[in-house]
């Protein structure tokens, strides 16, 4: 090929992009559009029947973190927003270290079954996202709550005496939740162990590794890529989740996407729930990109 | 050579399955391998011999039996607890950690002082001439480099025998003699024990010091390969290994009458219809006038190089392949159809009683 013929492959090569303009055009729209406009209206002042008036002030900002006494206008931490912020937090990492505890076994079990039965099992994985989340999350609630088939049972075979209050606490937002995400964790985790040569299992007890060591120094740092994978897609729509926590957790037990419906609804202040709704997207994007880099360093570091 | 057993087989017998499917892998088997000795398990796929070895290594439980390493009974201690270490046919190196990190492993595992266990390492990468890959992912090696770094990886935690599952046949011909030499050289070094599986007789016969030939879960010979190439104890051990010519024959006194009514000398037997076997290499031409010369037929020449197969025909039909050294001017002077003279060289016979 000479170098004029060259030129132009890549002349054409560098235009080919203007094919998928409409496309990016779309995505521009999709996802820039609505992002900009929550960022405008944190910006702005709340408006009295919700809505948002022109203007610029950055007290939403300021609210997320302190409430302004109404008298002498000092500043105090807003404890209310810090301890829904931290149950967020705590709940959605428990949600991913509990949803990892019990995904791999499960992917570890379809993994090594036949290839014949694993398709079955996998299926029967998926089965629960056939059905409408609102209606599972109140398929739970009718077991964990008061009257609830766990309570009923439990009384009858006489192991309490009292029903445990588990509806409407941080626990119960947590099996739920944990039940919700778990195929999430199972998918790539299985993704990663079908990939895995069982060969390097008999490798390695040949080498003296005791079973756990066999777990921690050859199965986990190959199958890592799914952990991380698997972790990612726990942890972001738990951090954000909704319908679990409005749903299991009650008023009281409030995450921080209950905290936002709550400003574009009773609360009447857009500002705030957009700013609380860009700080929710920082927080996943800083933790996401902690972990990618750990998670590489580590890699490149192992290998 | 010192006679002192390092692993010991004592009526093994391995089935996979259960009831009426149950399929016996190792029927019965007992063999002894010394200590520090290239021992050889050759036999054609299904034989049983990898299995065996797996029950060594500990990968599998006999059904029935025991297996003793340095006369401690080791049937049912788990891999891990074993001072054996295994080269694995697909190698099965660790592909998150770097040649060294391989090798480092098992040493690791073990618990062994750091200082020893980077020193050790240092040792097995010269002793397979890597040092320049130490810090490679083990997917950057060609084949052969990957073979050597398995081979390291089981060498350096000094097991007391190394077993060696087909290890080579994954590599191409060139590369596989020149892992033949090294596997021998290493075994010479360090002095270990090797219990090498393979079903290339060739192999078999160059690396081993001794063999133990198996057939349908049994073990039929063991020997050295001398014994097992010029002395076969049966047929499948005649024809598995090198190539043979069997002639049906019957005793008669002393001798024994082929079915072309020619009596031939050989070793003593006591059934009455035997077979007789003979290498190629030990089939001479004569001229068919001379005098006990079993006259036939020359069927069909084919050259190899540095020799030349001549398959002749005997007066029933009984064929017989001799395999003739080619002269300098690489023609024997022999053409098809040509009649010719047979003779086996004597001590070269052989009585199968099967």
Same mark, same amino acid.
């Given at each position: ?12 090569? #560098? ?59 000092? $500043? ?10 931290? &149950? ?57 709550? #008061? ?47 079908? #990939?895995?040569?069982?060969? =390097? ?11 756990? @060591?066999? $777990? ?76 990618? *880099? ?10 | ?38 021992? +050889? ?26 297996? =003793? ?60 001439? $890597? ?19 398995? =081979? ?33 050289? $290493? ?13 290339? @007789? ?7 010091? #001794? ?58 037997? @006591?059934?009455? &219809?035997?077979?007789? +076997? ?44 001799? *395999?003739?050294?080619?002269?300098? +001017? ?25």
């Amino acid at each position: 090929m000479s170098p004029a013929e060259q030129a132009q492959v890549t002349q054409s090569a #560098r235009n080919g992009w203007l094919l998928s303009a409409p496309a990016l055009v779309l995505l521009t729209f999709a996802a820039i559009g609505p992002l900009a406009i929550v960022v405008a209206y944190s910006v702005m002042p709340p408006g009295d029947f919700g809505n948002v008036t022109w203007g610029f002030t950055l007290d939403a900002w300021q609210g997320i973190l302190f409430t302004k006494d109404i008298f002498d206008g000092t $500043l105090a931490w807003a404890d209310a927003n810090l301890t829904i912020f931290w &149950r967020s937090v705590k709940l959605s990492m428990l949600t991913t270290i509990f949803a990892f505890l019990v995904g791999f076994p499960t992917a570890w079990f379809i993994a090594t079954r036949p290839p014949k039965s694993r398709a079955l099992w996998l299926f029967l994985i998926t089965i629960p996202f056939w059905t409408n989340l609102l209606i599972r999350t109140f398929a739970i609630n009718e077991i964990i709550r #008061r009257e609830g088939l766990l309570n009923t049972i439990l009384l009858k075979l006489h192991l309490i005496a009292q029903p445990l209050e588990m509806i409407y606490t941080d626990t119960a937002v947590f099996i739920g939740m944990t039940y919700v995400y778990l195929p999430l964790m199972v998918l790539p985790l299985f993704a990663s162990l079908d #990939r895995f040569d069982m060969r =390097l299992l008999e490798a390695a007890y040949d080498l003296y590794a005791t079973p756990w @060591q066999v $777990l921690r120094k050859v199965i986990m740092p190959i199958v890592k890529p799914g952990i991380i994978a698997g972790s990612i897609l726990v942890f972001v729509p738990s951090l954000g989740a909704y319908v679990t926590p409005r749903l299991l957790g009650g008023g009281k037990n409030m995450m921080i996407g209950n905290f936002i419906e709550l400003q574009f609804g009773q609360g009447r202040n857009w500002p705030l729930g957009a700013a609380m709704s860009v700080t929710l997207l920082v927080i996943v994007t800083a933790a996401l990109l902690v972990y990618v *880099r750990y998670a590489n360093r580590e890699t490149t570091h192992g290998q | 050579m010192t006679q002192s057993i390092a692993v010991e087989a004592a009526h093994v017998i391995k089935a996979f399955g259960h009831g009426d499917t149950a399929v016996r892998a190792l029927d019965d088997v007992s063999v002894q391998i010394r200590t520090g000795e290239f021992f +050889t398990l050759l036999g054609p796929s299904g034989c049983g011999k990898t299995t065996l070895l797996r029950l060594i290594a500990g990968f599998e439980m006999p059904s029935g039996g025991t297996i =003793l390493l340095e006369g401690a009974d080791i049937t049912t201690l788990p891999p891990n607890k074993r001072p054996v270490n295994t080269v694995f046919q697909s190698y099965a190196l660790f592909p998150h950690l770097t040649v060294a990190q391989n090798i480092a492993f098992g040493l690791q595992m073990l618990g062994k002082p750091k200082a020893e266990v980077s020193a050790t390492t240092a040792k097995m990468l010269a002793l397979v001439k $890597l040092e320049p890959m130490a810090n490679r992912k083990t997917s950057q090696l060609s084949g052969g480099q990957q073979q050597r770094v398995a =081979l390291a990886r089981a060498l350096a935690p000094a097991p007391k025998v190394l077993l060696l599952d087909e290890p080579l046949s994954a590599l191409d011909l060139k590369l596989r003699k020149e892992m033949q030499i090294e596997l021998k050289r $290493l075994q010479t070094e360090t002095g270990i024990t090797f219990i090498f599986v393979t079903h290339d @007789q060739e192999e078999a016969l160059t690396m081993s010091d #001794r063999i133990g030939v198996m057939s349908a879960g049994k073990l039929q010979q063991v020997g050295t390969p001398k014994e097992i190439y010029n002395h076969p104890v049966n047929r499948f051990v005649a024809s598995f290994i090198g190539e043979t010519n069997f002639l049906p024959a019957i005793r008669d006194g002393d001798l024994y009458r082929l079915d072309c009514g020619i009596k031939i000398a050989a070793p003593p037997a @006591q059934a009455d &219809r035997v077979t007789l +076997t003979v290498r190629p290499e030990q089939v001479r031409l004569v001229m068919e006038t001379d005098a006990d010369a079993i006259p036939a037929k020359i069927a069909n020449l084919v050259y190899f190089g540095t020799d030349t197969h001549c398959h002749l025909t005997l007066p029933d039909g009984t064929e017989v392949v001799a *395999r003739l050294q080619s002269p300098p +001017t690489g023609d024997a002077g022999l053409a098809i159809g040509q009649s010719v003279g047979v003779r086996f060289v004597p001590e070269a016979v052989q009585v199968l009683e099967d």
